[in-house]
């Protein structure tokens, strides 16, 4: 018996796998570099915050 459950980070935005990675590309302008990515190196989604677009924050979910 094992109670390890998998959690895996997802793009609060789109629901795709994230990893906890900068992504392959980023431009400055975009704010500062995040530590996150989609899972084939792009910048997680956009949203709108007060300081203007910024990558969405992933959440962590755990798989049944
Ligand atoms: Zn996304």
Not at 10 to 25: D, G, N, Q, T, V
């Amino acid at each position: 018996m094992t109670d390890t459950k998998s959690r895996m980070l997802i793009c609060s935005e789109c629901y795709e796998p994230a990893l906890l990675k900068s992504p392959r590309e980023w431009t400055p302008a975009w704010g500062p570099l995040p530590p996150y990515s989609h899972w084939d190196g792009d910048p997680l989604c956009a949203v709108m915050t007060r300081d203007g677009y910024r990558s969405a924050e992933p959440k962590l979910v755990e798989l049944p």
